[in-house]
């Protein structure tokens, strides 16, 4: 299954991501699409604790968030572009979304598989980040803009998705269920 932890540290990397809907106005389409994104993360929390806790697989969802929250918040004290609270919340989100993924692929190494819609789930989370990485290209060639703290945290991201990616294409896409090699 899903991986409740995950999907706390999702939601917190997009209400630290989005503080700035209190300070600065973009458009309506901006608020909106924040909000729903915020709305749609915590709806999600709440179904997995909540409504559904019974088909939720706690035995399994064991990741310690101590161990990727403690390092993150230092490093985003450490390496920020400025030292403002909203700067240092958004290099938190940045940091914390590259590794917020973990307690879901420690879930899936735990169990040794993962059911179909779950692989599909995390193929697509893979593959967005790595869009970004293209967008980040593209942003580069065109603008001349570069964020190393996003690029790099990004990069992070999608090299602990490049195992995952591989038994995508090699299994489930060939109709197979997703079981990880058993250890010698």
Not at 23 to 43: E, G, H, Q, R
Not at 112 to 131: D, V, W
Request: a positive charge.
């Amino acid at each position: 299954g899903i991986s409740g932890k995950s999907q706390i540290l999702f939601a917190l990397v997009f209400t630290t991501r989005y503080l700035d809907l209190f300070t600065n106005f973009i458009s309506i389409y901006n608020t909106v699409m924040k909000l729903v994104f915020l709305l749609c993360a915590y709806v999600t929390v709440y179904m997995i604790y909540g409504k559904f806790r019974k088909t939720f697989d706690s035995e399994n969802d064991t990741f310690r968030l101590e161990f990727l929250l403690v390092p993150v918040i230092g490093l985003s004290f450490l390496e920020n572009y400025s030292f403002t609270p909203l700067e240092i919340l958004w290099t938190f989100s940045i940091y914390l979304e590259s590794v917020a993924i973990l307690p879901q692929l420690f879930m899936i190494s735990k169990t040794g598989e993962a059911e179909t819609i779950t692989t599909h789930y995390l193929f697509f989370l893979g593959l967005y980040r790595a869009l970004y990485l293209a967008n980040w290209i593209r942003r580069y060639q065109t603008e001349g803009f570069y964020d190393q703290i996003a690029v790099v945290s990004g990069v992070v991201q999608t090299i602990f998705y490049c195992d995952f990616f591989y038994l995508y294409v090699t299994k489930v896409l060939k109709g197979k269920k997703l079981s990880l090699p058993m250890p010698i």
